[in-house]
């Protein structure tokens, strides 16, 4: 029986998957397939898929979308064609430390958990290393805070099989966003594993920073969560994961798209008829100062001080 099933998108990423495939090749762990779905590439990649999987020792398994239909649904057909109770997710260009499946499946059964999730570094094209990670004492392993407080990215978890009941919706850079909080509800238990076992490529990304879409994805997530929304008893958190997403991350990246400003305030209106006293939401005071600043410029609609603000951090990158 097959324990993790390790899931990759591609779209004309072959030249880029050498640290992917290496990585896979090195884990600790072996009892796993890997099943790569190439997403309608326009150039050799498939090709080169199949070629290496016919010398390749992986249990690899490469499928292949009949038309471009973005990694959302390029997952999907992967987990609708998974042995593994367990499923695991890479980005073509990103690779795992050769422990990270070994830690994340050691750490689930040893908890009794249903979802581990671990940290990553960012490495640049100048080779530069940013460490990022969220001690686990901060979340003290609370469903709660591991709702609010959770990473963007499926590439970072470990999830069972047996409760991944959503679909992954197609929203262009937004689908892990709108799934992730989603995937936390069904957990009974969440385990949080402080080592950085991930590796995530930093492309140059001058162009998303002025990018429209960016704006409307954050935006359809966030519905998306709303309206799959099921567990009872949680709406403090519903609203919070709004703060994040719409008021903080949607607005932020519309600013610095230029995004008209009627269209900006118009959002916080109608988040506002949600969530009435949402600066009243509990988890806002764990928030860095420099958020809670951003988000008292929402509140009273200080527009001009909400575009200093984009302005003054617009090397961030957005959420």
């Not at 990759?8 to 779905?37: G, Y």
């Not at 960016?214 to 359809?220: D, L, V």
Request: charged share 25%; hydrophobic share 40%.
């Amino acid at each position: 029986m097959i324990e993790i099933s390790v899931i990759i998108p591609c779209f004309n990423s072959f030249s880029l998957m050498k640290n992917c495939l290496q990585s896979l090749e090195n884990q600790t762990f072996k009892n796993f397939e890997v099943i790569i779905v190439d997403d309608c590439s326009t150039d050799n990649t498939y090709e080169m898929l199949i070629r290496y999987m016919e010398l390749s020792m992986l249990n690899l398994k490469v499928l292949r979308q009949i038309k471009n239909l973005g990694p959302g649904a390029a997952r999907n057909l992967a987990i609708e064609n998974a042995q593994g109770s367990y499923l695991a997710f890479c980005d073509s260009d990103d690779w795992y430390e050769d422990d990270y499946l070994e830690k994340m499946y050691n750490s689930c059964k040893m908890n009794e958990a249903d979802i581990a999730i671990c940290n990553y570094k960012k490495v640049f094209q100048n080779n530069f290393v940013e460490v990022n990670y969220i001690k686990e004492n901060k979340l003290k392993n609370n469903k709660r805070n591991i709702i609010t407080n959770s990473k963007t990215s499926l590439c970072l978890i470990l999830i069972k099989r047996s409760i991944f009941t959503f679909k992954i919706p197609e929203i262009y850079n937004g689908e892990d966003m709108a799934i992730i909080p989603l995937l936390m509800t069904k957990a009974n238990k969440i385990v949080c594993i402080e080592d950085c076992l991930y590796n995530y490529r930093i492309h140059n990304s001058l162009s998303l920073k002025n990018d429209k879409s960016i704006f409307f994805s954050i935006k359809k997530a966030y519905k998306y969560i709303c309206d799959n929304w099921e567990i009872d008893g949680y709406d403090e958190e519903l609203s919070f994961l709004g703060v994040k997403f719409i008021l903080y991350g949607a607005l932020l990246n519309g600013i610095r798209a230029n995004i008209e400003k009627n269209i900006i305030l118009n959002d916080i209106k109608l988040f506002e008829i949600q969530f009435p006293k949402w600066y009243k939401n509990t988890h806002i005071k764990n928030m860095q100062f420099r958020y809670r600043m951003f988000l008292f410029f929402v509140r009273f609609k200080l527009f001009f001080l909400m575009q200093l603000y984009v302005k003054i951090h617009s090397q961030q990158s957005h959420y």
